[in-house]
């Protein structure tokens, strides 16, 4: 990706400093921001530090938690359902997770609200290879697909196939483990794979296997990505607190938008073992490219970054009780799933977008 340096480290802690002093006046007392003695504060990833949860890392690499009296330790995820679940538990103070995720949650009866949307694509879709029999989602009848039966793609793809018009059932299906799943395609034992485009493909690409996504946003299924996540009853306690942690993290987003490059830097000096691995370097860097090119969505140009689609999630929320949900599970109400109250004061000018947009066309040809 050919990204001019819009922000050097210096720019990154200068505009770290710069967002403190955008807090939403209404979350003014009690002040955390420049608060003395910082307040310790415990967020949970959905998954394994990756090029999709970089910003998280560019957040804290930033300071701008810091400069908001927040001292946030990030811990690693083992998926969105149980990222979902530890904070409405409240193990964390806020986590991370694919939308679909969180809203079950609450349909199980555990609350937890999204605060904002990293992601307005989670990349879920199927897997093929470039030179590989399928060219349409209809050439997957009468072809091998695996499946990892625990990923949030899984329960989908039934609306999947009723949404691009094919026959499931005469789908070959096998189901198997995640790390087996990515490599039955690659070494063409498969003729496609259902997963999750933003994990899957980093590896794919690093490692020289050509391969790209058929999305089922394509096809008019809507799937946010990663949201930020928090119990209700601490939305409603700590308000001041709620909008400090979703205000660095957005910067934190804005700035990986901004300089994919400089943000890898912030990331690898607090993930040292990762620059250490065999190809990281272009892993992550197309696993932010592709997270990039999804977080660049036109609403955050009217809205600011994280402005979550009422519209969009009540979809989401159809397909969550519709192919997730028991029969008897109630639908939880939209306002207690989702609130923009803590978003709209980070965002990126007109010039600024259509730059992020142009430079993250790159990873396009990935996920289409």
């Known amino acids: 990706m050919n990204v001019r340096r819009q922000y050097s480290r210096r720019r990154l802690l200068a505009a770290a400093g710069a967002a403190v002093s955008g807090l939403a006046g209404e979350f003014a007392t009690p002040r955390l921001v420049f608060a003395r003695n910082k307040k310790s ?4 990833l959905p998954w394994v530090p990756e090029g999709s949860d970089l910003f998280a890392f ?9 400069k908001h009296g927040l001292d946030v330790s990030i811990a690693r995820g083992t998926g969105s359902v149980a990222a979902a679940e530890a904070t409405g538990t409240g193990r964390f103070d806020f986590g991370m997770a694919a939308a679909a995720a969180a809203i079950l949650q609450n349909v199980k009866g555990l609350p937890v609200m999204a605060l904002a949307c990293c992601q307005y694509d989670g990349t879920m879709g199927i897997g093929v290879l470039d030179n590989g029999p399928i060219k349409a ?7 091998k697909l695996a499946s990892t039966v625990i990923s949030g793609d899984y329960p989908l793809l039934p609306a999947y196939a009723a949404k691009a018009g094919f026959d499931l059932s005469k789908v070959d299906r096998l ?16 003729d496609a794979i259902s997963g999750f485009a933003v994990s899957i493909m980093p590896i794919y690409a690093a490692t020289g296997v050509k391969a790209h996504f058929m999305l089922y946003s394509a096809v008019g299924l809507v799937n946010y ?24 993290m957005l910067e934190g987003l804005k700035a990986t938008m901004l300089d994919p490059g400089e943000a890898m830097k912030l990331f690898f000096k607090q993930v040292p073992e990762m620059a250490l691995a065999e190809q990281a370097h272009e892993q992550i860097r197309v696993g932010t490219g592709i997270m990039v090119y999804v977080a660049a969505n036109p609403v955050i140009k009217t809205n600011g970054l994280g402005w979550i689609e009422p519209e969009a999630y009540q979809a989401q929320t159809d397909l969550v009780m519709q192919y997730l ?14 609130t923009n109250r803590f978003v709209g004061s980070v965002k990126l000018s ?12 790159e990873f396009r040809a990935y996920v289409t």
């Not at 504060?41 to 949970?44: C, K, N």
């Not at 989602?137 to 072809?143: F, S």
């Not at 007109?350 to 066309?361: I, P, R, T």
Request: glycine share 8%.
């Open 58 to 66: 560019t957040a804290k690499g930033m300071g701008v938690w810091d």
């Open 350 to 361: 007109a010039a600024e977008f259509d730059g992020v947009q142009k430079n993250s066309q």
């Open 225 to 248: 990505g990663y949201v930020l996540l928090a119990p209700p009853q601490r939305v409603a306690a700590e308000p001041q607190l709620c909008a400090a942690f979703v205000d660095g």
């Open 325 to 338: 949900a028991k029969p008897d599970d109630k639908r939880p109400i939209m306002d207690a799933l989702m």
């Open 41 to 44: 504060v415990t967020f949970t």
């Open 175 to 190: 189901q198997t483990e995640p790390n087996v799943r990515n490599r039955l395609l690659s070494e063409g034992k498969v």
């Open 137 to 143: 989602p209809k050439d997957l009848e009468g072809h």
